[in-house]
Nanobody
Framework: QVRLVESGGGLVQAGDSLRLSCSGS?????MGWFRQAPGKDREVVAA????????YYADFAKGRFSISRDNGKRMVYLQMNGLKPDDTAVYYC????????????????WGQGTQVTVSS
């Protein structure tokens, strides 16, 4: 059983930065961050392999967001810079039953999510 708990969400202004944290990661698994805005489908934001050497970013996240992990602490992070109102969403941590990034859209475990709201 994998239990993932997100933290770090909140209300920020456009241009601000925010770091999301996820506890409960497993070093053997790839981990990811997803988000779901009101009225929209859940979408992948970024993913990282177990070693941390491989990463994937959605186009909207490239250059602004950075995913990292600390396997000793069983933590995964999402650093978000230059936030925009369009980034407003519930952000979810996810775990994959693999150590690859071949199926970034299909994790097997989910956290409960943390709300990020960006005001203009």
């Amino acid at each position: 059983q994998v239990r993932l708990v997100e933290s770090g969400g909140g209300l920020v202004q456009a241009g601000d930065s925010l770091r999301l944290s996820c506890s409960g990661s497993i070093s053997a698994y790839s981990m990811g961050w997803f988000r779901q805005a009101p009225g929209k489908d859940r979408e992948v934001v970024a993913a990282i392999t177990g070693s941390g050497q491989g990463t994937y970013y959605a186009d909207f996240a490239k250059g602004r967001f950075s995913i990292s992990r600390d396997n000793g602490k069983r933590m995964v992070y999402l650093q978000m810079n230059g936030l925009k109102p369009d980034d407003t969403a519930v952000y979810y941590c996810a775990a994959y039953l693999s150590n690859t990034l071949y199926s970034v859209d299909s994790p097997q475990y989910w956290g409960q999510g943390t709300q990020v709201t960006v005001s203009s």
